[in-house]
């Protein structure tokens, strides 16, 4: 008997023990520390790469967001000056020359916002034209990641393998960007522009979650102004390329042709054609415009073409930025030919037309 009772003492002061154990926590509860539950794993995105170090403000880039005082005092009076119908309106600078220059002026704070550099014979310091992205490198270090800074908010933009080959970003200790526009390997043309432009360009892909800017390019811009961005565009390239200037004559097409050519495109387009022209409407490619080879033959003679004339039609906006950043490959093939010698074109119910001969 005196073995079963120690053995329940020992069976009581095991269930006092344990009761103890437990109950400690819950009843002391107050002086535990407290455990935070873990922070939530929805954080912005990282750039995948260190932030590239700014480039010392030089040449063009020291004149974006100055007063436009500053452009008239490096690049003399504007030959011609083309409202956007929005906020901005564009100067063009020594038009018909290598050294052409078209630069985009925020009208309310009279400040330039952007400038692209086509002609060849000017500084783009400090960047030379026609040198390779190898030469490029060698001189600065081009990131595929950046931090864009604006009204108190942070973007971050990622430049893909292709678009660091043909559209490479630098950035400049004053704010300023310019996009390098790479043409068959070489610097062709330089834009400089704003936070505001770099992002309206839509460019590259914004892979923070800020919201990007409203774009005033929704405004169409008059027909002159097309005609005017669209002649001095192909003269410019024709002196790039060592070419004579074409002689320039209006197109005549009436507006009732065209609202036929809107209405049943299959009439004149091939299937492809058409394939392209759905796209081009609804702004699903690059390529936006329709080239010779997209319509049926019976369009030459409808427009009083000659067998060997090459036809170009934009069915949207045209702009400069859309001439160089969109890639205009089978225009830039034509333009080079050493036979042309006339350019005719008009803009009716919003479409660019383009004749080369």
């Not at 009076?77 to 906020?87: F, H, R, S, T, V």
């Not at 660091?164 to 400089?192: C, E």
């Not at 080879?293 to 702009?319: C, E, M, V």
Request: charged share 15%; proline share 6%; net charge positive.
């Amino acid at each position: 008997m005196q073995w079963v009772k120690k053995s329940w003492r020992w069976l009581v002061a095991l269930c006092i023990w344990l009761g103890i154990l437990f109950a400690w926590p819950i009843v002391f509860d107050t002086q535990s520390p407290v455990v935070k539950p873990p922070a939530s794993t929805k954080t912005k995105p990282r750039l995948t790469h260190p932030q590239n170090q700014m480039l010392s403000t030089a040449g063009p880039a020291k004149l974006i967001q100055r007063p436009v005082a500053d452009l008239i005092e490096n690049y003399g009076q504007p030959i011609k000056q083309l409202d956007n119908g929005a906020e901005t309106t564009r100067w063009l600078f020594h038009v018909d020359s290598q050294q052409y220059l078209e630069a985009t002026i925020d009208q309310q704070t009279n400040r330039v916002e952007q400038l692209v550099l086509l002609g060849q014979d000017q500084s783009i310091a400090p960047f030379k034209y026609q040198q390779t992205l190898n030469q490029v490198t060698r001189k600065m270090t081009l990131a595929a990641n950046f931090e864009v800074k604006l009204h108190e908010q942070t973007f971050q933009i990622e430049l893909n393998e292709q678009q660091q080959k043909q559209y490479p970003l630098v950035a400049f200790k004053n704010g300023t960007y310019a996009i390098l526009v790479m043409a068959d390997g070489h610097l062709s043309t330089v834009i400089y522009l704003d936070a505001n432009a770099l992002l309206q360009t839509d460019l590259y892909r914004v892979i923070s979650m800020t919201p990007i800017p409203v774009s005033d390019n929704s405004v169409t811009d008059a027909a002159q102004n097309q005609q005017a961005i669209l002649q001095q565009y192909v003269q410019i390239q024709r002196l790039n390329q060592q070419q004579p200037l074409l002689t320039v004559e209006s197109l005549p097409v009436d507006s009732a042709f065209m609202q036929q050519f809107k209405a049943k495109p299959a009439r004149w387009l091939t299937k492809q054609g058409q394939q392209r022209f759905r796209q081009i409407k609804q702004a699903t490619t690059d390529n936006r415009y329709l080239t010779t080879r997209d319509f049926k033959r019976g369009l030459w003679p409808a427009l009083g073409l000659t067998p060997t004339s090459h036809l170009f039609i934009w069915p949207n906006q045209l702009g400069t930025k859309q001439l160089v950043l969109n890639r205009q490959t089978a225009l830039q093939s034509v333009i080079k030919q050493p036979d042309l010698q006339h350019m005719r074109l008009t803009n009716i119910n919003g479409h660019t037309i383009l004749v080369l001969e």
